[in-house]
DNA sequence: ATGATTTCTTTACAAAAGTTAATAACCCTG
DNA sequence: CAGGGTTATTAACTTTTGTAAAGAAATCAT
């Protein structure tokens, strides 16, 4: 159960079998259906989530329609991070696309975490450089890139998804409408 | 001169003077000229920035001309933060925009003094998490407002850099031309 | 199984922003 | 203080994307 978290975290820090064990005590087991709402957003993300089955996915509400901001796969740790870090309301939601097994852990019992074992600090800080990282690279896709290089990247890199999300969910991360995701579709297929 | 580094670095973790004397003998103190460039994209970013004063523009190029990811101000530390923490080369350069007062520190001594002062590593975390936090803040704003509401929230926001900063920077860190700024300026001095 | 959602595509039309280019005002800088 | 560069605005035109609506295909639930 805890086979895919230490494989996680080992590429950060090394652990003895005793760290491991205080570790695991402070997670526990959760499983969820799909569609199963974890965060609403204007509340405050108590929980952090490592993925050991399903997907995860987070996303904006405007209006009525929603904008994903991101997927998170299998053997990923998720959360509406920036509400969870700040420990303030966010205006993040998180939900289950899929059946999900997850491993949690609270905002508090992270803060203790940190204490008991300290070589967690460490890999906290290499995983919110990494998501740093990852939302740089995000960003700058939206900003260097059209839509249709967009899609280009977004089906070359993350194919498996495609089968996976519905096409509007994978639209909304990319920024633009499903109308507009099913004309750049159209114009590739035409052969430009 | 380390004055406000440590008002900074104290935010997060509290620091003995024998502390205090260790960090102070990893930064180096640099004086730069306006328009001097710190970074080149598609170099590795070896140097984290403390500014003492002046300001620094992050920011893609693409073509011919480049677009602002973002503008730091005194007191903060900065860093094209994708590349140095990767230690790997990046798509984004930093300027001064200003003459500039800074704190320099080495990618590699940064690595040996969260060894001698492992407290820095909980700065580092939070410092990490901070600018995550306001990547997505950033993010966000991309994605639920209209440029007309980026605008405004920047004017109400960071006014000060309305002098400081030509237009045309501002209008790119938007996310919109310096023309399509123009006319939303126009839109809203002509009382809607 | 079948009726009801959900999902995807397509069309026609509207709105927003980009592009190019011209002009005027503002600084630097020598 | 003169001239070259940068900066900001405006106009005309083009391109892109959004919006609304309708229909077909696929999926889900009872």
Known sequence: MF??????????NT???????????????RQVPKKFNLIKKGKIARELFFINKGLL???????????????FREHLFASCYESFLRQAPGNQSLDTLEDAELLVISYD???????????????????????????QLIFSSYILDSPEE??????????????????????SFLGITPVSLSRIRKRLMDGK
Not at 15 to 29: A, G, K, L, M, V
Not at 57 to 70: G, M
Request: net charge positive; hydrophobic share 40%; charged share 25%.
């Open 15 to 29: 652990f003895t079998s005793e760290d491991r064990q205080i570790i695991e005590s402070y997670f526990t087991f």
């Open 3 to 12: 086979t895919s978290l230490f494989h996680y975290i080992s590429r950060f």
């Open 109 to 135: 019992d992270l803060q203790t975490l940190y204490k008991k074992v300290p070589k967690m600090e460490t890999v906290a800080r290499k995983i919110a450089e990494q998501r740093f990282i990852n939302a």
């Open 150 to 171: 967009r899609w280009q990247k977004f089906e070359a890199t993350q194919s498996d998804l495609l089968l996976r999300v519905p096409h509007h969910m994978i639209a």
């Open 57 to 71: 996915r987070l996303y904006y509400t405007k209006d009525t329609d929603d904008i994903t901001a991101f997927i």
